[in-house]
């Protein structure tokens, strides 16, 4: 999926937050499984601590007023779900429009971690998302149907906050699983003009 709508038909529209908010895990309900969390930390790994706070209290009810104890006033996001090389500074204040957009299109979403990696600044989270469609995205009418998809998020901590985050999910599975057009793949780009040869000998 990709920000990117100017080669996108009159029918498929997404907002400028949609990406972000595919990409986020914000999420309201368990996903019922009797599959447990894999964590590979150290049990008193203080970003350990934190990324399952983020989860119970910012991911799961969709709470942006607690942004700010978990994240730096400004942090960046390679959100590499807007096809890839993307970085964005955001502040936690962001977060209050990502999900209202989130709750407008998924009134049910539900969330759980699957595998949990420590090591160094950074925190590694595979997770498993669910989301019904029950309003419009980018518009597109609602459906009902729920998609079932895999994301992955990493996050560097530094003073016990969030500085970066780079996060992939399943975009394309998840508007199939939802009933919604998939977007046109974006232009090949240009190769690189070939820089001109000097013609002038040698000195």
Known sequence: MTNDTRSRPASWSLPAGAAALAACTLLSQPVASAAETRIACAPDDPKLKAYLAMTERMFIPRDASVAAEFYAPRFVSHNQDSGGGDSTTMTPARFKEVYEASKRSFGERGFRNDLIICGGDFVVARVTMTSKMTGPMGG??????????????????????????????????????????????????????AAPKDSAPKQ
């Open 140 to 193: 597109q009418p609602p459906t009902g149907k729920t998609a079932v998809v895999s994301a992955t998020d990493t996050y560097r901590f530094e003073n016990g906050k969030v500085v970066e985050r780079w996060g992939n999910n399943d975009g394309v599975s998840m508007l199939q699983q939802l009933g919604l057009p998939l977007p046109p793949a974006m232009p090949k780009a240009p190769a690189p003009a």
